[in-house]
């Protein structure tokens, strides 16, 4: 089974990374301020919710437009509840 992937963003690139991503059989989470992005992401067979869950992904992407906004999400990040990798 594949691995669970989140992506914080679910424009264009963010889109696209989810369809090949579900099509490699990976589970992918996603959020987008946007909420018609995340039903087009359900659409896709992946699944929209709450910034805090993406945390829990075993892999985590970001395709947001800024760097103001990629920020602002790690600021807001549950840190002492997401997975961290270690060899």
Do not use: C, N, Y
């Not at 992946?46 to 947001?64: F, K, R, T, Y």
């Amino acid at each position: 089974m594949g691995k669970t992937i989140g992506i914080f963003g679910l424009g264009l690139i963010g889109t696209a990374l989810a369809g090949r991503l579900l099509d490699a059989g990976h589970r992918v989470l996603g959020f987008d301020p946007d909420p018609a992005r995340g039903e087009h992401l359900h659409q896709l067979g992946g699944e929209a919710g709450d910034p805090d869950a993406l945390w829990q992904s075993d892999i985590l992407l970001s395709a947001v437009f800024s760097t103001d906004q990629l920020a602002e999400i790690i600021a807001a990040a549950p840190l002492t509840r997401a997975k961290f990798w270690s060899p």
